[in-house]
């Protein structure tokens, strides 16, 4: 077992944002849990990357969204590192459709990755952060969760959540020393950004003040700075240029 060291979990950590914010605590010297579903190769690649570049990488595979698998995520981290610091809870999906034509597993597979993912992730590992009188869970959220959009309704309403339970979630664990906050990433041309149609990116472009993307980079640095932070917990960091 690794003592005095810092952990972090990173869920959907694979690719896109997850990617870059375990490659950012890597390069701090972090112990990084490389949280994956699906994508195992490129999973452990990112942990070899986060050990080379003077982290520990780690690469683990569970659905979140499964109760006994987000639990069993937490023990093995304990099991082999003795701790957790930072929970970031960033696995997602993006399941598009009018409400009127929305089909009940595509809004089920929603809510399970985009929320009842998170929930599992934040149930298991406060009990470790409740007993260490100390953590940080980080939510990725989205600016659709604070003001919608057409086509979006699942998506909308799993980030809307995600935002509720961070803010109920900083209530009931402040007081012994854990935080938690939400950050809004904005529009990222990531696996999920990218694959939207052309129509859409345009639209998002267009909304944006400055009339550019948010660099995924950008928001893993800020993530690690938040992260650090002793006394902000129960916020939501909009990191975009849409206006709200």
């Avoid at 003001?147 to 339970?165: D, E, F, H, M, N």
Wanted: hydrophobic share 50%; proline share 2%; with cysteine.
């Amino acid at each position: 077992m690794v003592k005095n060291t810092k952990v972090i979990i990173i869920t959907g950590a694979s690719r896109g944002l997850g990617r870059e914010v375990a490659l950012r605590f890597g390069r701090a010297g972090w112990r990084v849990v490389v949280n994956y579903a699906a994508s195992q190769k490129a999973a452990e690649a990112v942990a070899a990357e986060v050990s080379a570049s003077g982290g520990v990488g780690f690469a683990y595979r569970a659905d979140v969204s499964v109760p006994d698998e987000a639990e069993g995520m937490v023990a093995r981290t304990l099991a082999r590192f003795g701790r957790v610091d930072v929970l970031v809870n960033n696995a997602g999906v993006a399941r598009p459709g009018l409400i009127a034509k929305l089909s009940d597993a595509d809004w089920d597979a929603t809510i399970d990755a985009n929320l009842k993912g998170p929930f599992y992730c934040i149930k298991s590992v406060s009990r470790v952060m409740l007993k260490q009188k100390a953590g940080h869970i980080v939510n990725v959220s989205s600016i659709l969760g604070l003001r919608g959009k057409a086509g979006q309704a699942a998506y909308a309403a799993s980030k809307a959540g995600l935002i509720g339970l961070t803010k109920a979630a900083a209530v009931e664990l402040g007081s012994r020393g854990v935080r938690v906050n939400a950050v809004l990433p904005g529009y990222m041309l990531t696996d999920m950004g990218a694959g939207a149609s052309g129509k859409y990116r345009a639209e998002a472009l267009a909304d944006n003040l400055l009339g550019r993307f948010s660099e995924p980079a950008e928001v893993a640095d800020f993530i690690f700075h938040l992260a650090r932070m002793k006394a902000v917990s129960g916020q939501v960091f909009n990191l975009d240029s849409r206006v709200v």
